[in-house]
């Protein structure tokens, strides 16, 4: 159950904070994308009701991508157009540093909470 608990913990915090840095509230999020073997294994509506993925998100707005680094790789090594927008994104991302914000270790710990049941008193 820890290991859960921090798994929980640890994805849920690093969504909370991008979405705090950014400025973007859970209506403002058009699409999220599960990807890799955790994302393969996860069950969007386990995820959501444990508080892994943000309660404010439609199941619609969330889909399983697979493997997208391998995918990735391969459109770039076969595709001009694609390695050559790839390298545009790249560019303009900015790396934030999740653990060296002064909000993480709160946000962290907050998110570490699983949500009470509807009803339930304690």
């Not at 545009?88 to 570490?112: T, Y």
């Amino acid at each position: 159950m820890r290991q859960v608990q921090l798994c929980k913990g640890a994805i849920a915090s690093g969504v909370v904070m991008l979405q705090h840095v950014a400025g973007v509230r859970d209506d403002r999020v058009s699409e999220l994308m599960l990807a890799g073997g955790f994302g393969n294994y996860l069950s969007i509506r386990s995820a959501l009701r444990i508080g892994i993925i943000p309660a404010g998100l439609p199941e619609s707005r969330i889909r399983y991508v697979g493997n997208a680094a391998a995918l990735g790789a391969q459109l770039a090594l076969v595709s001009e157009a694609e390695r050559n927008r790839a390298e545009a994104i790249a560019r303009s991302i900015d790396h934030v540093s999740l653990a060296a914000h002064p909000d993480f270790q709160d946000i962290f710990v907050e998110c570490m909470n699983f949500p009470r049941p509807i009803g339930s008193q304690t």
